[in-house]
């Protein structure tokens, strides 16, 4: 059993950053491979990026290619995702989630295939 809790999000004008962090419980959190999504008013949530759980396989989504970056600590628990060259487009409450998995390279990026979530943080860009 793993919880998951995000934080960090807010407000930021359009081209500033915010770093999102998400703080996991459990012993195991060395071994899950985690995700970033997000979900705007109206619209299905929709993949950000992932990690493996070793941290040296990611995966972004072509929106956020090149301005956010996934990253984890697993001696703290912790995922972060840096969002830089923020747009307006990118308001959405954004979620932490994580799946076990055995190979130290994978990562997932379909929202069925991750087993636990976090309640959200929200991020407002403004233009």
């Known amino acids: 059993q793993v919880q998951l809790v995000e934080s960090g999000g807010g407000l930021v004008q359009a081209g500033g950053s915010l770093r999102l962090s998400c703080a996991a419980s459990?012993?195991?959190?060395?071994?899950?491979?985690m995700g970033w999504f997000r979900q705007a008013p109206g619209i299905e949530r929709e993949f950000v990026a992932a990690?493996?759980?070793?941290?040296?396989?990611?995966y972004y989504a072509d929106s956020v290619k090149g301005r956010f970056t996934i990253s984890r600590d697993n001696a703290k628990n912790t995922v972060h995702l840096q969002m830089n060259s923020l747009k307006p487009e990118d308001t959405a409450v954004y979620y932490c989630?994580?799946?076990?998995?055995?190979?130290?390279?994978?990562?997932?990026?379909?929202?069925?295939?991750?087993?636990?979530w976090g309640q959200g943080t929200q991020v407002t860009v403004s233009s």
């Open positions: 459990g012993r195991t959190f060395s071994r899950y491979a």
């Open positions: 989630a994580a799946v076990l998995t055995f190979s130290s390279t994978t990562y997932y990026w379909k929202a069925y295939e991750y087993r636990y």
């Open positions: 990690i493996s759980w070793s941290g040296g396989n990611t």
